[in-house]
């Protein structure tokens, strides 16, 4: 399968699952509103900008609110995610999906899919912590130079981002072959170490049209 097909296959789907992206519209429209009642915050050069906490009692509270704000949310796209992979990869024609089978699909793949994150997650933090180790050591016994502290976090990213490229093929492994998690883990590496350039054109592809979608926001919208 092309690049360009799998990107149209990709907004059929989406127009099957409208209702499903209407919910998912609203949801974070009402967590966005709720974050900007809830967590303090200053605008500055017409941007909002959360100010650091003055006093622990302000960290905890932020703290508190911010993990209350993320932690469903995650969980719900997590939900959508199950739900979404679960009916695309079932046939069906191409009428829109009804939300009652949606929901009963992503209720179904909720758990597998939820330790399925947290797994990724794990891994990934893992891989950005060990690379943070080495380069930190590295930055220390070269005599803490400011080029090599740089580095520091440019490498904990990097391997958070490579992870998540190896890993990008899993969650679909798991909900169609209904694998564990570590052979889904194990097949997606092998399939993404098979598929390098095309995962890389699919993945720039669909961010030139991230970004026309965004520059017609910005010249027809936001003025």
Same mark, same amino acid.
């Given at each position: ?5 799998? @990107?149209?296959?990709?907004?059929? !789907? ?6 499903? =992206?209407?919910?998912? +519209?609203?949801?974070?429209?009402? #967590? ?15 941007? $909002? ?9 302000? @960290? ?6 911010? +993990? ?8 719900? /796209?997590?939900?959508?995610? *199950?739900?979404?992979?679960? @009916? ?22 909720? %758990? ?9 997650? %794990? ?7 060990? #690379?943070?180790?080495?380069?930190? !050591?590295?930055?220390? #016994? ?11 976090? $440019? ?8 992870? *998540?490229?190896?890993?990008?093929? /899993?969650?679909?492994? !798991?909900?169609? &072959? ?9 097949? /997606?590496? &092998?399939?993404?170490? @098979? ?10 592809? !669909? ?13 027809? =919208?936001?003025?």
């Amino acid at each position: 399968m092309t690049i360009f097909r799998s @990107a149209g296959q990709g907004f059929k !789907l989406t127009f099957k699952l409208w209702q499903v =992206v209407l919910l998912y +519209l609203v949801v974070y429209s009402v #967590v966005g509103a709720l974050a900007t009642l809830l967590i303090p915050h200053e605008i500055v050069n017409n941007q $909002a900008h959360v100010p650091p906490p003055a006093n622990l009692g302000e @960290a905890i509270s932020q703290l508190v609110i911010g +993990l209350a704000l993320y932690l469903p949310t995650m969980a719900f /796209s997590l939900y959508l995610l *199950g739900g979404t992979l679960a @009916a695309s990869l079932k046939p069906a024609g191409g009428e829109p999906v009804p939300i009652g089978e949606f929901h009963r699909q992503a209720k179904r793949w909720f %758990g597998v899919i939820l330790r399925w994150g947290l797994a990724a997650v %794990g891994a990934a933090l893992a891989a950005g912590l060990a #690379v943070t180790f080495v380069m930190a !050591l590295l930055w220390a #016994v070269t005599g803490r130079s400011e080029g090599m502290k740089g580095l520091i976090g $440019a490498g904990f990213w990097g391997a958070l981002l490579a992870v *998540g490229l190896v890993l990008i093929y /899993s969650p679909v492994i !798991l909900i169609e &072959r209904g694998r564990g998690i570590k052979e889904a883990f194990k097949e /997606s590496n &092998r399939f993404f170490n @098979a598929h390098r350039v095309a995962t890389f054109g699919f993945i720039l592809w !669909l961010s030139f049209i991230g970004a026309l979608v965004w520059l017609v926001w910005a010249i027809g =919208v936001a003025p």
